[in-house]
């Protein structure tokens, strides 16, 4: 929506400058209008790039959620192997966790546990939950 308002602005911005240079001989205000213009187009993509890069490089949307996962999984002596957190959409997270555990706990117990954690994962999107346990010697 803000790069709507944005262009819209810049529109305007524009023709303000055509109709000055026009009516009183400002020659020197349509290429400011459209160097202000490009700035504000600038600052724009800057914003939209950094934040579409972080999701498509599957940075991890809130460390706070993901200790927080981890200390509710890892308490009992169970280790995370694997842990991704994505955005669904706003307040709205998923998850794909993988545990390493030295007990009979199946992926049910994991799905449980994810929902003790404070302003947990969306309750329709936890994810999937890989259980593996170490090779008997």
Known sequence: ?????????????????????????????DPLAGIIGACVIASWSYGL??????????????????NS???TIECNG??????HL??????????IVCVDTHEGRGADYYR???GEVPRSL??????????TRPAAL
Request: aromatic fraction near 6%; proline fraction near 4%.
């Open 78 to 83: 169970d280790q995370i192997a694997d842990l």
């Open 122 to 131: 969306s309750p329709h999107h936890r994810g999937s939950i890989c259980v």
């Open 112 to 114: 449980a546990k994810t």
């Open 1 to 29: 929506m803000i790069h709507v308002i944005a262009d819209a602005a810049v529109s305007v911005l524009v023709i303000v400058g055509l109709l000055l240079a026009r009516a009183f001989g400002w020659l020197w205000m």
């Open 49 to 66: 790039i950094r934040d579409t890069g972080a999701i498509l490089l599957d940075m991890n949307p809130d460390r706070r959620m993901a």
């Open 69 to 71: 996962l981890r200390q």
């Open 86 to 95: 994505w955005r669904l959409g706003p307040g709205h997270l998923g998850a």
